[in-house]
């Protein structure tokens, strides 16, 4: 019988878990999809107001989640340390690291910006989006050679790609390679006809 009542307790205990457990995550997603209803209607205070009951450090989602947020709010010393603690908590997550370097690039540091486009592509070293603007900071640095390692994986992914095509050109241009420039600024000039910066380019290249 002794054992009876210990099995029982124990079950009961366990429903109660998981009823308190359901109670909470049920909650949890009231609360998400008021914060969503909010930031719709540009209430962002008040979306962030929804998440905070629920927020933990050791949390990724809604460190995340009130990183946007307050990058909305443009309270961007706040959005840049939530989404470095979600960055933290999942090192691997691409989505964390591109917002994160929302609000570094509005405070300008764009050396934990181009960390941040270098710790992506080590996880997807073809990701266009990053390749493209780890090499915009470089070529505006003057780091031509450097940005031209960038483009060049972006123009392989989308020959026809027209951001790509005319950043690498003149990358190669201002590095002083004006062969390897032409065919890429002809190629832009396939896709944008007359474009004005590809035709100065060109002129220059030959």
């Known amino acids: ?4 009542k210990r099995i029982a307790f124990a079950a009961g205990g ?10 909470s995550a049920a909650a949890m997603q009231k609360a998400y999809q008021n914060s969503y209803t909010n930031e719709s209607k540009k209430n962002y205070i008040l979306a962030i107001n929804d998440i905070k009951p629920f927020y933990s450090d050791s949390d990724y989602e809604s460190n995340l989640r009130l990183g946007w947020l307050y990058f ?17 908590l999942k090192p691997n997550a691409i989505e964390a690291r591109f917002g ?9 540091k764009n050396d934990k910006v181009l960390a941040q486009y270098n710790a992506i592509l080590k996880t997807d070293p073809q990701n ?6 780890a090499g915009i900071i470089h070529y505006y640095r003057k780091q031509y050679d450097a940005a031209a390692q960038y483009f060049i994986k972006v123009v392989t992914l989308y020959p026809f790609d ?3 095509n005319h950043m690498l050109a003149w990358s190669y241009l201002l ?4 062969q390897q420039a032409r065919p890429y600024f002809e190629q832009a000039l396939l896709i944008k006809p007359d474009d004005a910066s590809s035709v100065d380019g060109l002129s220059k290249s030959k």
């Open 1 to 4: 019988m002794e054992v009876l």
């Open 100 to 108: 994160y370097v929302k609000p570094l690039s509005l405070l300008e």
């Open 162 to 164: 027209y951001d790509g």
């Open 128 to 133: 266009t989006q990053a390749n493209y603007w």
């Open 175 to 178: 590095a002083g390679k004006k």
């Open 72 to 88: 909305l709010s443009k309270n961007y010393t706040a959005s840049e340390a939530y989404y470095a603690k979600a960055v933290n």
């Open 14 to 23: 366990l429903l109660l878990t998981l009823q308190v457990q359901a109670q």
